[in-house]
């Protein structure tokens, strides 16, 4: 095992810092997520492509103490997002909370700090949300939506590179509180 | 189970947690309905904050955008003031164009029926001067023009050629103080002057107090100024009140409405009918024809076909006085005896001082009656029905109608005698119908002039 990987596979230093992210962020972070995604693009359509409540699950499931907090971090926002939806509500939660989950273990393994990592990671969970949601859609609710999937390998790349500065503001954000 | 639980904690919670999403899923699914309770509260939770922002936005982002906006709108407004400059430009230029094509093609189709042979012709200039209505046009003495042309539109009479140049012409409108032209009305063959006042109207003098001009009557060249041809409009009355002396009619011309830019010029004007149109005062007064009874007639009347008027009747007097005193008119030297002319009878059937020679009594002519005021059994040339005539028609029109030029002399028509004269029709008053649809008592014949020009 090389230096790199160890350093990859030692301990994360956001782990030390999670306990002091305050509960209020935890709920406001969350919320502007939701809601800029539902009124971001009414005046930058092209800004649609954002999946901000899902960059923000795979933030707080890197940052937690374990999958069991991340991954029911990650059913609330998909539930929220489902609540705003025309889709029954679960269809959301069940995919981020798998996202949350996963997210969740994989920074156990990785130093998710490194910006290539995280953007890796954030393209995958980006790819992975996508992609579930495709499947329980046509699975549970049996719509024939269609699968572009180089147009979510784009959206991937883009919301990868747009979580790179997020999670540099909120790892501030998470120090000053 | 302990033992599972507590290693695969987070599996385990993992699928308690996904299997009641997927139950949730199921059952909304299955019974079609919705679980309202999460919808509302997260709605709850997110409009108000939504609401705030968009409360924000509009009063914030909003009026700096607004701001912006109007920026952008005084520059599009701006430019568009400019473009709507230009489009009018560019309507009117085309309107204008449309509006000559219709010209040119009103002009080249009356150019087409008229009998008058004109030629075309733009207005390219007006003349210098503040009062003087004169204006020039591209023609000029190479296109055949001369001076005293008339120029006249589809619509009426324009003015005439007062300098003809080679390449153009100097057109005095009648609207100039200086421009006279004769004009006739079109219901009561009312003859004027027309004059130029410098302004839009023009005046028609010379007529009559007693003369009867509707509002709005129209009036045409009359060709008496043997400049317009007869019969072309010259415009409408618009007053009409009496004056002085004269009544001061005013008419609106009809061929200078909406400006002068193509006109025609007479080069051979043909005289036309003016319209008729109804009479407007119904007063003549058509006299019965006469009873030829033997008690009206007249002693000495001639019979129809023999003399005809006073000179003819006291020819005949002074020539039976000649035959009778053995006498010869035109012979002898002078100072010889002349026949005594104090025992001829009077030309009115008054028996001179004297003895009266019985045949010459018997061939005296009426008497007792005016000549002009009673039925002619041969009606003179141009004068076919003298007992109709009123006096302000009596006069015959100094123009001929049909000519221009001066023509010579025309030759005496044939004196038809008629042996009774028709009765009037009650209906026109006019005797012969086919001289004039208008009731018009002195009726020219219609002699065709050699001068009229094609």
């Known amino acids: 095992m090389t230096e790199y990987t160890e350093r990859l596979l030692s301990e994360s230093p956001r782990k030390e810092a999670a306990d002091r992210f305050r509960i209020v962020w935890l709920v406001v972070i969350p919320l502007i997520a939701v809601l800029s995604q539902v009124y971001v693009p009414r005046f930058i359509p092209f800004l649609a492509y954002l999946e901000l409540p899902l960059l923000i699950t795979v933030h707080f499931a890197l940052t937690s103490a374990g999958p069991i907090p991340a991954l029911f971090y990650g059913m609330s926002i998909g539930l929220v997002q489902d609540s705003l939806s025309h889709q029954p509500i679960g269809m959301y939660g069940i995919v981020k909370t798998l996202v949350g989950y996963f997210a969740a273990s994989v920074s156990m393994r990785f130093d998710v700090q490194n910006p290539v990592v995280t953007f890796i990671?954030?393209?995958?969970?980006y790819f992975f949300h996508q992609f579930f949601y495709w499947v329980l859609s046509?699975?549970?609710?049996?719509?024939?939506l269609g699968f572009d999937a180089q147009q979510t390998v784009i959206f991937g790349l883009l919301n990868a590179a747009v979580a790179l500065p997020l999670f540099r503001v909120l790892d501030k954000l998470k120090v000053a509180s | 189970m302990d033992f599972f639980l507590s290693r695969y904690r987070h599996l385990t919670v993992l699928l308690i947690v996904i299997?009641?999403?997927?139950?949730?899923?199921?059952?909304?699914?299955?019974?079609?309905?919705?679980?309202?309770?999460?919808?509302?509260?997260?709605?709850t939770a997110v409009t108000p904050v939504e609401t705030g922002l968009e409360l924000v936005r509009r009063y914030t982002w909003g009026f700096v955008e607004d701001y912006f906006v109007l920026l952008h709108v005084r520059g599009q407004n701006e430019r568009l003031l400019r473009?709507?400059?230009?489009?009018?430009?560019?309507?009117?230029?085309l309107k204008a164009e449309l509006s000559t094509a219709d010209r040119a093609r009103a002009l080249s189709v009356f150019q087409t029926r008229s009998p008058s042979r004109t030629v075309a012709a733009r207005v390219i200039g007006n003349g210098t001067g503040a009062n003087s209505k004169v204006v020039f046009v591209d023609r000029g003495s190479?296109?055949?023009?001369?001076?005293?042309?008339?120029?006249?539109?589809?619509?009426?009479?324009?003015?005439?050629?007062?300098e003809a140049y080679p390449t153009a012409s100097l057109v005095m409108l009648i609207t100039d103080p200086t421009f006279a032209a004769g004009v006739v009305s079109q219901k009561n063959r009312v003859h004027g002057t027309l004059k130029g006042q410098g302004h839009a109207e023009c005046l028609v003098d010379y007529v009559q107090n007693e003369e009867h001009v509707d509002i709005g009557e129209w009036f045409y060249t009359s060709g008496d100024d043997r400049i317009f041809p007869k019969g072309f409009p010259v415009g409408q009355v618009t007053a009409s009140p009496n004056g002085k002396s004269f009544k001061e009619i005013y008419i609106s011309p009809s061929g200078m409405q909406g400006g002068v830019e193509e006109v025609l010029i007479v080069l051979q004007g043909v005289h036309q009918e003016v319209p008729g149109g109804e009479v407007a005062s119904p007063s003549y007064n058509i006299l019965a024809a006469p009873a030829e009874t033997a008690s009206q007639t007249p002693q000495g009347a001639p019979k129809p076909g023999?003399?005809?008027?006073?000179?003819?009747?006291?020819?005949?007097?002074y020539k039976d006085v000649g035959v009778e005193q053995k006498h010869t008119y035109g012979e002898g030297p002078p100072g010889t005896k002349p026949p005594d002319f104090t025992r001829i009878p009077s030309?009115?059937?008054?028996?001179?001082?004297?003895?009266?020679?019985?045949?010459a009594a018997a061939q005296q002519p009426s008497a007792g009656r005016p000549a002009a005021a009673k039925p002619a059994p041969a009606p003179a040339p141009g004068q076919a029905q003298s007992g109709q005539v009123q006096p302000n028609q009596a006069q015959p029109n100094p123009v001929q109608p049909g000519q221009l030029k001066p023509v010579p002399p025309k030759p005496p028509a044939p004196v038809t005698a008629k042996p009774k004269p028709a009765p009037p029709d009650p209906d026109n008053g006019v005797d012969d119908p086919g001289a004039s649809p208008v009731r018009r008592?002195?009726?020219?014949?219609?002699?065709?002039s050699p001068a009229t020009n094609q």
């Not at chain 2, 999403?21 to 997260?42: C, F, G």
């Not at chain 2, 030309?347 to 045949?359: D, L, Q, R």
């Not at chain 2, 008592?441 to 065709?448: G, I």
């Open chain 1, 138 to 144: 046509r699975a549970l609710l049996g719509e024939a």
């Open chain 1, 121 to 125: 990671l954030a393209f995958f969970f």
């Open chain 2, 347 to 359: 030309i009115h059937g008054v028996p001179a001082p004297g003895s009266v020679p019985p045949n």
């Open chain 2, 83 to 93: 473009e709507n400059g230009q489009l009018k430009i560019e309507n009117n230029y």
């Open chain 2, 441 to 448: 008592p002195v009726a020219p014949p219609a002699v065709p």
């Open chain 2, 142 to 162: 190479t296109s055949g023009v001369e001076s005293g042309m008339a120029v006249v539109t589809p619509d009426g009479i324009v003015g005439k050629v007062v």
């Open chain 2, 19 to 43: 299997t009641a999403q997927l139950v949730l899923i199921a059952y909304q699914v299955k019974t079609n309905k919705d679980i309202p309770l999460i919808r509302v509260w997260a709605v």
């Open chain 2, 306 to 317: 023999s003399l005809a008027t006073d000179a003819d009747r006291l020819r005949a007097i």
